[in-house]
């Protein structure tokens, strides 16, 4: 039947609504009459004219402040305010026309009684109709999407409950609030419990599913609502912030698994908003891999300060039409005049960058592009060195060339006493731009013509550990893992990390960045390393999942040790040398590295180069290592080529019927 209804053209819909409201207006006046009689009333004489009145006035009205243009299933207190104003103005109206008509045995309170009966009754059709519709208290069975508890019995909690009830997904069994003056209360017909009666709710109601609706909360607070839930076998979400909250309903969809931050374990380090648009706004700015992790969201948080011109420069295709779409969107829905130019290049064409720098003469240049999978650079390791290398190299050339003021490079932590090919190379890029920043001028040639160009740019480096939620990257690995039932792949159970949000690391890289004064090598007091084996276990609890092991072997997802992979080691630094200096901000601190100078860096350079153009694995890590301190390779050569060509492939028999006859 409810099918059948809901199949109607909308204009029946309503039509059925006029009808049920002319009825209801005809009821309710009956009953108006009966009570101020003390009677059943029987209509006879002018006592029928309120019955033909009262529809003839209410239906014009209703239509007029637009009741018939509402929802039944998606109205709520907005359509209940709007009912009530418009039976006010129509009970107003009907009072006034009863006076004045003076019909013979028609009671003028009839005019004040039938009104407020018309109003309960349609209130009460209305609300039957919504919870017949959105099959709200009723219980069918349990719902596919699980048994939901929602942490938070305050207003978004609510909002929350009413739009993701009507869809059936969840079964909603109760709230969870902190605030001991809500407990045992009743909202929307569940109970309110207070947060340490959960483990028991959720065993005595099987409980799948918690969402936590408390986008005011601490960081602080959250963490400790998390550490509490993750004993408990159930999924724990979260819906959106509260400016999403506010753009509109929010459904099944929009619920999310715990920010970064959750998993982090500790507070985003807070940015310094004038450090942030010190070298941004109304210039010319660059970002190298802007399609990336890192580079895109560099992107979003630089046309915030508004620069002139934003040039977005990566060498793939689909990720610089991707970020340049959602820079247009941002800077439009903003009101944010940033002219965005997309621009296709490799850091690795040193013609194509020089052009790019000439036409556009960028103040500020961030330099993101990068091969930073360790695994990828160790068996490819040529390709990679002439990117992390020399495309650094070549983007600094430009910069000089085009007099930049600012020259910041994204670095990483694992280019400290590195293991493998990746940290190595960023070191040595790091050493390539310590040389220029104490270099006074380099020398350029255009055509035959060759010129020393003053070198006017502070150079900075900023180094960071590793990024959570970005491409290759642990988090997402594991969740991906645990959607597929796991194992998780941990490399070893003593490796420990230093991790970061994406956002934080961006604001890192312009806050630091802003505080160079040439050859800065800048990091981040990060706290305390993360180990990746904690970090899988609390994935896997905060997913309402149980991990297998020898203490547990009827859990719901093992966790798998396959060994360090070549060029990887347990622990992580952010520093070469000794006691950092502390600059302005309080968690970014200035790092003393000795560096080479230019000439005898260039000669490497030189011998560098001609390695990786004649694939020479191992004269390119004996290089590093005699350039980049602490450099230490404990794997063998496991390039691809390199292997490849020592063991070539046997040739392929010739197919039957091919063979040239003997």
Same mark, same amino acid.
């Given at each position: 039947?409810?099918?059948?209804?809901?199949?109607?053209?909308?204009?029946?819909?309503?039509?059925? &609504?006029?009808?049920?409201?002319?009825?209801?207006?005809?009821?309710?006046?009956?009953?108006?009459?009966?009570?101020?009689?003390?009677?059943?009333?029987?209509?006879?004489?002018?006592?029928?004219?309120?019955?033909?009145?009262?529809?003839?006035?209410?239906?014009?009205?209703?239509?007029?402040?637009?009741?018939?243009?509402?929802?039944?299933?998606?109205?709520?207190?907005?359509?209940?305010?709007?009912?009530?104003?418009? &039976?006010?103005?129509?009970?107003?109206?009907?009072?006034?026309?009863?006076?004045? +008509?003076?019909?013979?045995?028609?009671?003028?309170?009839?005019?004040?009684?039938?009104?407020?009966?018309?109003?309960? +009754?349609? #209130?009460? @059709?209305?609300?039957?109709?919504?919870?017949?519709?959105?099959?709200?208290?009723?219980?069918?069975?349990?719902?596919?999407?699980?048994?939901?508890?929602?942490?938070?019995?305050?207003?978004?909690?609510?909002?929350?409950?009413? @739009?993701?009830?009507?869809?059936?997904?969840?079964?909603?069994?109760?709230?969870?609030?902190?605030?001991?003056?809500?407990? /045992?209360?009743?909202?929307?017909?569940?109970?309110?419990?207070?947060?340490?009666?959960?483990?028991?709710?959720?065993?005595?109601?099987?409980?799948?599913?918690?969402?936590?609706?408390?986008?005011?909360?601490?960081?602080?607070?959250?963490?400790?609502?998390?550490?509490?839930?993750?004993?408990?076998?159930?999924?724990?979400?979260?819906?959106?912030?509260?400016?999403?909250?506010?753009?509109?309903?929010?459904?099944?969809?929009?619920?999310?698994?715990?920010?970064? !931050?959750?998993?982090?374990?500790?507070?985003?380090?807070?940015?310094?908003?004038?450090?942030?648009?010190?070298?941004?706004?109304?210039?010319?700015?660059?970002?190298?891999?802007?399609?990336? @992790?890192?580079?895109?969201?560099?992107?979003?948080?630089?046309?915030?300060?508004?620069?002139?011109?934003?040039?977005?420069?990566?060498?793939?295709?689909?990720?610089?039409?991707?970020?340049?779409?959602?820079? !247009?969107?941002?800077?439009?829905?903003?009101?944010?005049?940033?002219?965005?130019?997309?621009?296709?290049?490799?850091?690795?064409?040193?013609?194509?960058?020089?052009?790019?720098?000439?036409?556009?003469?960028?103040?500020?240049?961030?330099?993101?592009?990068?091969?930073?999978?360790?695994?990828?650079?160790?068996?490819?390791?040529?390709?990679?060195?002439?990117?992390?290398?020399?495309?650094?190299?070549?983007?600094?050339?430009?910069?000089?060339?085009?007099?930049?003021?600012?020259?910041?490079?994204?670095?990483?932590?694992?280019?400290?006493?590195?293991?493998?090919?990746?940290?190595?190379?960023?070191?040595?890029?790091?050493?390539?731009?310590?040389?220029? %920043?104490?270099?006074?001028?380099?020398?350029?040639?255009?055509?035959?013509?060759?010129?020393?160009?003053?070198?006017?740019?502070?150079?900075?480096?900023?180094?960071?550990?590793?990024?959570?939620?970005?491409?290759?990257?642990?988090?997402?690995?594991?969740?991906?893992?645990?959607?597929?039932?796991?194992?998780?792949?941990?490399?070893?159970?003593?490796?420990?990390?230093?991790?970061?949000?994406?956002?934080?690391?961006?604001?890192?890289?312009?806050?630091? /960045?802003?505080?160079?004064?040439?050859?800065?090598?800048?990091?981040?007091?990060?706290?305390?390393?993360?180990?990746?084996?904690?970090?899988?276990?609390?994935?896997?609890?905060?997913? #309402?999942?149980?991990?297998?092991?020898?203490?547990?072997?009827?859990?719901? &997802?093992?966790?798998?040790?396959?060994?360090?992979?070549?060029?990887?080691? +347990?622990?992580?630094?952010?520093?070469?040398?000794?006691?950092?200096?502390?600059?302005?901000?309080?968690?970014?601190?200035?790092?003393?590295?000795?560096?080479?100078?230019?000439?005898?860096?260039?000669?490497? +350079?030189?011998?560098?180069?001609?390695?990786?153009? %004649?694939?020479?694995?191992?004269?390119?890590?004996?290089?590093?290592?005699?350039?980049?301190?602490?450099?230490?390779?404990?794997?063998?050569?496991?390039?691809?080529?390199?292997?490849?060509?020592?063991?070539?492939?046997?040739?392929?028999?010739?197919?039957? /019927?091919?063979?040239?006859?003997?």
């Amino acid at each position: 039947m409810k099918r059948f209804f809901l199949s109607w053209p909308r204009p029946a819909k309503v039509l059925a &609504v006029m009808l049920l409201d002319a009825v209801l207006a005809i009821v309710s006046m009956w009953v108006a009459f009966s009570l101020r009689l003390d009677t059943l009333h029987i209509p006879v004489g002018d006592e029928r004219a309120p019955y033909v009145l009262a529809p003839l006035l209410a239906i014009p009205i209703f239509v007029r402040m637009g009741l018939y243009r509402a929802i039944f299933r998606y109205s709520g207190t907005a359509a209940l305010v709007a009912t009530t104003q418009a &039976v006010m103005i129509y009970g107003a109206l009907l009072f006034v026309l009863l006076l004045w +008509l003076r019909l013979p045995m028609v009671p003028r309170s009839v005019g004040v009684l039938q009104p407020l009966l018309f109003l309960l +009754l349609m #209130g009460a @059709s209305r609300s039957l109709a919504r919870m017949w519709l959105a099959d709200m208290g009723f219980d069918k069975g349990a719902a596919p999407g699980g048994r939901l508890l929602i942490y938070g019995a305050d207003g978004p909690g609510v909002q929350t409950a009413e @739009s993701i009830v009507r869809t059936r997904h969840f079964k909603l069994l109760g709230f969870v609030d902190d605030d001991r003056s809500k407990v /045992g209360r009743i909202v929307n017909g569940v109970p309110v419990i207070a947060a340490s009666g959960i483990a028991e709710f959720v065993r005595t109601w099987q409980v799948t599913d918690i969402l936590l609706a408390l986008p005011r909360a601490t960081r602080e607070r959250r963490n400790e609502i998390i550490a509490q839930l993750s004993a408990l076998p159930v999924h724990v979400r979260t819906v959106p912030n509260m400016t999403e909250l506010a753009s509109g309903q929010v459904t099944v969809q929009d619920f999310r698994e715990l920010d970064i !931050e959750d998993l982090l374990g500790r507070d985003p380090v807070p940015p310094q908003p004038e450090l942030l648009a010190k070298n941004l706004a109304g210039k010319v700015v660059a970002v190298t891999g802007a399609g990336g @992790s890192i580079g895109s969201e560099l992107c979003r948080q630089i046309v915030t300060e508004r620069p002139r011109c934003l040039l977005l420069i990566d060498h793939a295709e689909y990720a610089l039409y991707a970020i340049h779409s959602e820079l !247009e969107a941002l800077c439009k829905r903003s009101e944010l005049a940033v002219e965005l130019v997309p621009l296709l290049a490799s850091i690795t064409d040193a013609a194509r960058i020089g052009q790019i720098f000439r036409a556009f003469s960028p103040a500020t240049v961030y330099h993101a592009a990068a091969y930073k999978h360790v695994p990828m650079v160790e068996h490819n390791p040529a390709p990679s060195v002439v990117n992390n290398v020399f495309g650094t190299l070549h983007v600094a050339r430009a910069a000089i060339e085009c007099r930049a003021s600012h020259f910041v490079l994204v670095s990483t932590d694992k280019a400290v006493r590195p293991t493998n090919i990746m940290g190595a190379s960023k070191r040595m890029a790091e050493l390539v731009l310590q040389a220029l %920043a104490a270099r006074g001028s380099i020398g350029v040639s255009e055509g035959s013509i060759a010129a020393l160009v003053p070198n006017r740019t502070c150079f900075t480096m900023v180094r960071f550990g590793n990024v959570l939620d970005s491409s290759g990257s642990v988090v997402p690995l594991f969740r991906q893992q645990v959607a597929q039932g796991g194992p998780l792949t941990v490399t070893d159970p003593r490796v420990t990390r230093y991790f970061m949000t994406i956002p934080e690391a961006a604001q890192l890289v312009l806050q630091a /960045g802003a505080m160079g004064t040439g050859g800065d090598v800048f990091v981040l007091d990060m706290g305390k390393p993360v180990r990746v084996m904690d970090l899988a276990r609390r994935i896997i609890e905060l997913s #309402g999942l149980r991990v297998r092991d020898a203490d547990n072997p009827q859990g719901d &997802v093992e966790i798998e040790v396959i060994g360090l992979r070549p060029g990887e080691k +347990l622990y992580e630094e952010l520093l070469i040398g000794d006691n950092p200096e502390g600059t302005s901000h309080p968690r970014i601190m200035k790092a003393r590295e000795d560096f080479v100078p230019w000439p005898e860096l260039s000669a490497s +350079l030189d011998e560098l180069w001609a390695a990786t153009q %004649a694939n020479d694995v191992e004269r390119i890590r004996a290089i590093l290592a005699q350039r980049v301190s602490g450099y230490e390779s404990e794997a063998g050569v496991v390039d691809h080529l390199s292997l490849a060509a020592a063991h070539p492939p046997r040739p392929a028999a010739p197919p039957r /019927g091919l063979e040239r006859p003997g």
